[in-house]
């Protein structure tokens, strides 16, 4: 086992990160397979599809809206991965920079994710975020 995942694999993990970061819905959504499911710290904590990512980004920004969240971003790194067949899994380390009400707060986690492999076209099938701080 290398550092990094395969290419496909990374590439997913960062598209789908700076989709959320940039808080670009086109990018964010794409990386996701038809069957994705989320799991978050926000209610109502998992969605299921049809159309989990977007219902996920719908409940994020009511959160926005209810914490006054003006700022979030998010920086990682790998901390795991496996991938067999057409089958993977990979595990980030992350720190959440999120701006609550004009104040500055870091949350850290990890965030899960498991991949298949459809038609040559790799895509998230599961996302799970769970705090350590």
């Known amino acids: 086992m290398t550092n990094n995942p395969p290419t496909e694999i990374q590439t997913l ?3 789908h990160i700076k989709g959320f970061n940039e808080h670009n819905v086109d990018l964010f959504i794409s990386v996701f ?3 994705a499911i989320i799991i978050d710290g926000i209610a109502p904590y998992r969605w299921l599809n049809p159309n989990a990512p977007t ?6 920004e009511k959160w926005r809206k209810d ?3 003006t700022h979030e971003f998010l ?3 790998m901390t795991f991965w496996n991938v067999e067949d057409s089958n993977a899994y990979a595990v980030i380390a992350g720190s959440l920079e999120v701006t609550i009400k004009d104040q500055n707060v870091v949350r850290t986690g990890t965030m899960a994710y498991t991949f298949a492999k459809y038609n040559g076209v790799w895509k998230i099938e599961a996302q799970a975020w769970g705090r350590t701080s």
């Open 67 to 69: 914490f006054g969240v």
């Open 33 to 35: 397979g038809d069957t």
């Open 55 to 60: 219902k996920w980004l719908a409940d994020v």
């Open 75 to 77: 920086s990682y790194e």
């Open 13 to 15: 993990i960062e598209n």
